[in-house]
């Protein structure tokens, strides 16, 4: 999994779905657990598809 830094606008959604495996680091969201439960949902959350399994 990871998250395409050209496409992340930076919007929190997926950090706000799911803390346990994303966080913000210089304004874009970075993967911290690939593992978690809520990945799935996170996934699906990104307005802009910037998350790849």
Known sequence: MGVDESKCIGC???ESVCPEAFEMKDGKSH????????TKKAILSCPVGAITE
Request: net charge neutral; hydrophobic share 25%.
């Open 12 to 14: 929190g959604v997926r």
């Open 31 to 38: 993967v911290k657990n690939p593992d978690a439960e809520c």
